[in-house]
C-alpha cells in the first residue's frame, strides 16, 4: 500500500514539475481532472484528502469536482455543474461564496433538491454541501 501512494506521489510530483516548465499543453485539465488532482494558482492538490481550492470572483460560471471545497469570493452570478464523481464512493461537492450588495444568483444543476432554504441574501457568506442531489445551505454575516 505505501508503495502504491509513493508512486502516484511521484506521477503528481512529475506532473506538477512539467505543468510548472511550461511542457504540458493548456488543454491538459482534462487530465487533470481524471487523475483528480488540481494545479491552480501554483498549488497542487491531490492527496487524496479534501482539498481546497480558491475559484474566482465575479460571474462566475464551474464545474465543481467532487470532494474538493471550492472557494468563490464576492460572486454576483454562479453557475455550478458537476465533475464526473467516482464510481462506488460517495462524492460530496462542497463550495463557499460571498453575496455582496445585491443578493448572489445562484444556479445549480436541474434535479438538485434543498433540505431547508435556498435563499440567498445579500452580505452574507454561504457554505453549500451537496451529496446525492441534495443541498443544504448555511450562511453567515
Not at 37 to 65: P, Q
Request: some cysteine; glycine content about 10%.
Amino acid at each position: 500500500m505505501a508503495k502504491k501512494r509513493f508512486n502516484n506521489y511521484l506521477k503528481y510530483a512529475t506532473f506538477k514539475k512539467e505543468l510548472e516548465a511550461g511542457n504540458i499543453l493548456p488543454d491538459s485539465v482534462s487530465y487533470i481532472k481524471e487523475i483528480r488532482a488540481i494545479y491552480t494558482h501554483g498549488e497542487y492538490y491531490g492527496n487524496g484528502c479534501i482539498s481546497s481550492v480558491n475559484a474566482g470572483t465575479g460571474e462566475v460560471s464551474a464545474e465543481l469536482l467532487p470532494n474538493v471545497f471550492h472557494v468563490f469570493g464576492e460572486v454576483s452570478v454562479l453557475n455550478v455543474t458537476f465533475g464526473k464523481g467516482f464510481p462506488g464512493i460517495a462524492n460530496e461537492y462542497m463550495f463557499q461564496f460571498s453575496s455582496g450588495v445585491t443578493p448572489t444568483v445562484l444556479n445549480l444543476p436541474e434535479g438538485v433538491k434543498w433540505i431547508g432554504s435556498s435563499v440567498v441574501r445579500a452580505n452574507r457568506t454561504y457554505q453549500v454541501s451537496i451529496l446525492n442531489n441534495i443541498a443544504v445551505m448555511g450562511g453567515a454575516l
